[in-house]
């Protein structure tokens, strides 16, 4: 068993990460349904938290059945990251978890994200100021360093771990690679064999099987895996990795009657959650990670991205299912 402050999770926990307009609460709760066993809200950002704006305050939406679940907090100013870590609190996750690692540019040129692995010090002192001013478990979800030359991923680790954190999770890219190159998971391991470091290892980047899941957990030796990009669309990905883990055999793929299931459970609990039209709005960017790789799905996504209200996305869904029949008799 693995734990973090008081929660406890498997022995090999998978989370899903936190992920911009991907992970909020109706597809935590699809990602939760097909195993995934610790999730993160999306990143939110401590100043916009602080001004109340709307967006950012709908991100801290979370529900009892997607327990344990993280929110992720992002920004360079101490004071604002302390207050934003109490605002956070009220809605009483399981955790906190700051971001080290976007690489996004607009979120690097504010000194926050991956913009603080040029500045340790600050990254120790934002650590500091949100381990302070809550008395939830807060972990860290960062990178290997700005750039090649300047990997301090050993350090890091060591000191945010003196800061008080319970748990990190490690993207084994630098922010010059972006998404791009292949992750270096000979860092993680590294981390996690420093017999000063005692709180649990995470490794993100690159998981995108259950073969390749199962390889990196005997080679590198972390506690846990965090999936992100395998995981959009796909949220089938946790329970495949943890059967493939049991008995050594995969999982059949998901097929279309699976996948079409999962989109009209999305659809439901998005327009619940965000209201009809802006839930099924911002549906649109999920319909082509659903049915990656089916068949003749360019022919039916047109209609997907038109439909406007729930009957007409059921409808269109038992429609679709109809064709893909036919089209496997034949």
């Known amino acids: 068993m693995i734990k973090i402050g008081n929660i406890e999770l498997p022995e090999f926990p998978l989370l899903l990460a936190p992920m911009e307009d991907v992970s909020d609460p109706p597809y935590r709760r699809l990602c939760k349904m097909h195993g995934a066993d610790m999730m993160y809200s999306e990143f939110i950002s401590s100043e916009g938290l602080i001004r109340d704006a709307m967006k950012s305050k709908q991100k801290l939406d979370i529900f009892d059945y997607e327990r344990p679940v ?26 906190v978890d700051i971001n080290f690692g976007c690489p996004v540019k607009k979120v690097v040129c504010k000194g926050a994200g991956a913009g603080v692995l040029k500045d340790i010090d600050l990254m120790i002192r934002l650590t500091k100021a949100v381990v302070n001013s809550t008395h939830l478990p807060v972990t860290v979800k960062t990178r290997l360093g700005w750039d090649n ?14 800061c008080g954190i319970k748990a990190l999770t490690i993207h084994a890219r630098t922010r010059a690679q972006m998404y791009k190159g292949e992750a270096d998971w000979n860092y993680i391991s590294a981390v996690k064999q420093n017999p000063n470091i005692e709180i649990p290892i995470f490794g993100n980047g690159d998981i995108n099987s259950a073969e390749k899941a199962l390889e990196y ?9 965090m999936i992100g990009r395998a995981a959009i669309g796909y949220p089938w990905i946790f329970n495949e990795i943890k059967h493939f883990f049991k008995t050594g055999e995969k999982l059949a793929e998901p ?11 999305h659809a439901e609990w998005s327009a619940d959650w965000k209201g009809e039209k802006l839930g099924l709005i911002e549906m649109r960017q999920h319909y082509s990670n659903y049915f990656r790789g089916i068949p003749h799905f360019k022919d039916h996504r047109r209609k997907f991205l038109e439909v406007m209200t729930l009957n007409e996305i059921n409808d269109l869904i038992g429609e679709t299912m109809e064709f893909y029949r036919e089209f496997e008799m034949h």
């Open 70 to 95: 993280g929110i992720q907090i992002f920004g360079g100013d101490e004071e604002a990251m302390a207050l934003s870590a109490k605002i956070v609190e009220t809605v009483n996750p399981d955790l």
């Open 217 to 225: 957990k005997n080679k590198y030796a972390c506690d846990g895996i």
């Open 255 to 265: 097929t279309v009657e699976m996948r079409l299931e999962a989109v009209k459970q």
């Open 149 to 162: 030359d300047s990997i301090n991923i050993m350090e890091v680790a060591e000191r945010l771990q003196d």
